[in-house]
Each structure stands twice: as structure tokens, then as C-alpha cells.
């Protein structure tokens, strides 16, 4: 897993040459290990706290399927499995990838 593809480092690049394709959300996984607190004061354990979440797709390009995963801050709403994504790709190495399937949360 290339850390800097998930947490979309560089990704401007890679969207700036315009070259996406249509893919879905094959799993989604909750950073449980990470929890983040949006309460001052808390009554028990869980009360208040939201998670961050981290997707898997899968998308193919020239008849090559690549794998990758996004990193989905707490901040913004996680798509569902089987949801529909633009997954936008560098043409000279297809395996680097740019995603933001993702739309602000407004339940926080």
C-alpha cells in the first residue's frame, strides 16, 4: 500500500491531466484505532467519538485492473460499497491514482 497515493499526496498533479475513469467502492473499513473526539465532556467511552475510514477499489485501465485505497477523513461523508467513483490516473504510470469521492459531512 503506497501511503502517498492514499492520502492523495500529489494528487493535483494527476488530476490537472484530466485522464479518470468511472469505478466502485469495493470495501470500506473503519479506522476503529483512531478515534476522534467531537465532545468536550464525555459521559462514557464512545459518547461523541467519530471515525476515520479508508476505502478499496479497484479500476482498470488498458485492459490492466489496479487496486488502490483512499483515505476518508472524518470531516467528510464515506461512500457506501458499491457506490460509483471517479478515480483519475497519471496516463504515463496508470498505477498512480487521485481520488476524491467524497462530499462534506454535514451531520458534524
Same mark, same amino acid.
Not at 501511503?3 to 484530466?18: C, E, N, P, T, V
Not at 478515534?35 to 459518547?47: E, L, Q
Given at each position: 500500500?503506497?501511503?502517498? /497515493?492514499?492520502?492523495?499526496? +500529489? !494528487? ?7 485522464? *479518470?475513469? =468511472?469505478?466502485?467502492? #469495493? ?15 464525555? /459521559?462514557?467511552?464512545?459518547? +461523541? !467519538? ?7 477499489? *479497484?479500476? =482498470?485501465?488498458?485492459? #490492466? ?15 457506501? /460499497? ?27
Amino acid at each position: 500500500m503506497n501511503l502517498f /497515493r492514499m492520502f492523495s499526496i +500529489g !494528487a493535483d498533479a494527476i488530476l490537472a491531466k484530466g485522464h *479518470s475513469v =468511472q469505478t466502485t467502492v #469495493t470495501d470500506v473499513y473503519r479506522c476503529w484505532w483512531l478515534r476522534i473526539n467531537t465532545k468536550p465532556v464525555r /459521559r462514557f467511552s464512545g459518547d +461523541g !467519538a467519530v471515525y476515520p475510514h479508508i476505502i478499496s477499489f *479497484s479500476y =482498470q485501465v488498458d485492459s #490492466t485492473t489496479y487496486e488502490g485505497k483512499l483515505y476518508i477523513p472524518v470531516r467528510y461523508r464515506v461512500p457506501a /460499497r458499491g457506490e460509483s467513483i471517479h478515480v483519475y490516473y497519471d496516463p504515463e504510470k496508470p498505477a498512480n491514482y487521485a481520488c476524491y469521492a467524497f462530499g462534506l459531512n454535514t451531520t458534524l
